[in-house]
Nanobody, 115 residues
């Protein structure tokens, strides 16, 4: 079973930084691509960044150059370093992955960027 737990959210001023963590605390290791999504109030959930087990990454255009996703396979964890934060980065951030045909999501962590 895959069980994802996010942490690291909070309130930060525009221009600041936050580092989110997502740990798979389940019995099955994370062997597939893992992703960060976010959902702003009143908006659809969007993919922010993804990282394969081998470390290949992809980013949404809105965060390129500001966010960095990384992965520690030994710890079954991924991270999202968020720099130069903007008010429009505000939202609930979720990590997700898939395993044996099923998708798994964490409970989310709130990020609020004040102007």
């Amino acid at each position: 079973q895959v069980q994802l737990v996010e942490s690291g959210g909070g309130l930060v001023q525009a221009g600041g930084s936050l580092r989110l963590s997502c740990v798979n605390s389940g019995s099955r290791p994370s062997v597939n691509t893992m992703m960060w999504h976010r959902q702003a109030p009143g908006k659809q959930r969007e993919l922010v960044a993804s990282i394969t087990r081998g470390g290949s990454t992809n980013y949404a255009d809105s965060v390129k150059g500001r966010f960095t996703v990384s992965r520690d396979n030994a710890k079954n964890a991924i991270y999202l370093q968020m720099d130069s934060l903007k008010p429009e980065d505000t939202g609930v951030y979720y990590c997700s992955t898939y395993d044996r045909g099923s998708g798994f999501w964490g409970q989310g962590t709130q990020v609020t960027v004040s102007s």
